[in-house]
């Protein structure tokens, strides 16, 4: 087979998967909480302080001879604050001298005979009458030499706390408790985050990355979305991976190409894969038959509606020929072999080396491509039983959900095996829409009969396009189903 580009990462592979970006909404919900905290806090412990100020203007003194000296504005300063004047100044407002003292400042700006006195309070009134008070009291114990030149005025606000200084540091502490919490969430949790994790915590090669909503993967009677949405980039994402699987199926041995298709350890999206996948290769012109090989979780016969009577698990019994349980679609080329309507206990018994081989030696000579989907590889035999019989294997890989342990045990258990390894589809959920937005709403839908690059197809059927609506397929025997030859 041809082997495939060394890239591992698919040009499907828009989106960065980074920590950040990953624990986005967990960082700025830490910071956020943490720069709330902090404001709460400080209105809870800090009483308001309010400051008032108020400014006295010191003349020079004259002596006998008429000589004016400069005052020693140093010595002043400590006037403001002695007991004379602060005594004075308690008396007039009614509180201790000790509490004036604490609270004052008194500074002298550069180059001048100003004295400019500050006083802090609780309340923006007592700033007020306290600055003003100590002005006046100095102002009177100096008098004529010193004069108020600016009264103390009422303060606007508070001065502390200040909550946008410690919303902004708490804002940069939430940041740091983020996105170190990030780290350590994203060490204890094992769970893919996206393409470039999976790629570099798995060695798992990525083919494509496709956009799947909650809908998409729950539902079970919902037509492919390369057929009910051809224009979305879900549809696109399958397109690039037919291609892949043409470009890998080349020069294979004669006879079809088995893809099998299936998840690690849990149903990750692994039948909406296989049905998308199997739909894309049909539409290119290749023969498909879809085998339900699930014998667990059984849905192609209500997807496709199609009998589920005499399925997959009736052929592996040897009740049923294989010519006999393919179920024809509406759509061009697509062959359906559902699981089976009377499914044993223990559905992994029916999956012997004998009847896997015999299956698919009777499965019809103008298949191209035969896709499995099977159970998860970590939780049913029957997985491997098929896997030893195919070329390709798809593992299927849900971001959010899947473990990268289990990939890379997953990985370990088809080591071995005969098939190579293709490589692992990574669907990432999508909760806002139905499907994601169309590549180009203006132009003309996909060609259903174009092949993997735009060419016509090189296979059989008439390569009509597809209905877009959601009507079922017919069953087979209804008006436009066809009989497998």
């Known amino acids: 087979m041809a082997d495939l ?11 960065d998967g980074s920590l950040l970006r ?9 910071a956020l909480l943490t720069a709330a905290s902090a404001c709460v806090l400080t209105w809870a412990l800090h009483h308001p302080v309010y400051r008032s100020q108020a400014q006295v203007l010191v003349n020079p003194s004259v002596t006998s001879g008429g000589t004016a000296v400069l005052p020693n504005m140093e010595s002043e300063q400590e006037v403001v604050l002695s007991g004379v004047v602060t005594s004075s100044a308690a008396e007039a407002t009614g509180t201790s ?30 700033a007020q009458r306290a600055a003003q008070a100590l002005a006046e009291a100095y102002a009177s114990y100096r008098a004529p030499q010193a004069a108020i030149v600016s009264a103390a005025t009422m303060p606007p606000s508070a001065i502390q706390p200040n909550y946008v200084l410690n919303g902004a540091a708490g804002l940069a502490v939430g940041l740091l408790l ?75 041995d004669a006879g079809p190409s088995v893809v099998l298709i299936c998840s690690p ?39 496709f509606a199609v009998p589920a009577d005499g399925g997959l698990g009736a052929v592996l019994a040897g009740r049923v020929a294989v010519a006999d349980a393919v179920r024809t679609t509406r759509v061009p080329n697509l062959l359906v072999l559902p699981a089976s309507t009377d499914i044993p206990s223990a559905p992994g018994e029916l999956f012997d080396e ?27 035999a ?12 798809v593992l299927v890989v849900s971001t959010g959900s899947t473990r990268r342990e289990d990939v890379r045990a997953a990985t370990r258990e088809l080591a071995d095996l005969p098939p190579r390894l293709l490589g692992g589809v990574l669907c990432q959920l999508d909760r806002g829409r139905r499907h994601r937005g169309d590549l180009d709403a203006s132009g003309p839908a996909p060609s259903a009969d174009a092949g993997p690059n735009g060419a016509p197809p090189g296979g059989g059927g008439n390569g009509a396009r597809p209905p877009e609506d959601h009507t079922r397929v017919p069953r087979a025997g209804q008006p436009g189903a066809r009989h497998p030859e």
């Open 265 to 303: 350890a849990r149903d990750d999206g692994a039948a909406h894969v296989a049905a998308n996948t199997a739909a894309a290769l049909a539409l290119a012109g290749d023969k498909v038959l879809l085998v339900e090989a699930d014998l667990r979780s059984p849905r192609w016969a209500e997807m």
């Open 97 to 126: 001298v000790a509490q004036l003292q604490q609270n004052t400042s008194v500074t002298i700006p550069p180059d001048s005979t100003v004295l400019v006195i500050d006083h802090t309070s609780t309340t923006a009134s007592g």
């Open 178 to 252: 983020g996105i170190g919490s990030a780290l350590l969430r994203d060490r204890l949790d094992d769970r893919v985050r996206g393409p470039r994790d999976l790629v570099q915590r798995t060695d798992l090669p990525l083919l494509a990355t496709v956009p799947l909503t909650a809908a998409d993967a729950a539902s079970a009677d919902d037509q492919p979305v390369v057929l009910a949405a051809p224009r979305s980039g879900t549809a696109e994402a399958y397109r690039m991976l037919r291609g892949k699987i043409h470009r890998a199926a080349q020069g294979g």
């Open 354 to 380: 004998e009847a896997v081989q015999a299956f698919l030696s009777a499965v019809p000579a103008d298949v191209d491509h035969v896709v499995v989907v099977a159970p998860p590889v970590l939780r049913a």
């Open 382 to 393: 029957e997985t491997s039983a098929v896997a030893a019989h195919a070329q390709l294997v």
């Open 22 to 30: 990953v624990h986005l909404r967990w960082i700025v919900a830490i």
């Open 5 to 15: 580009p060394a890239d591992r990462l698919s040009v499907g592979v828009r989106r």
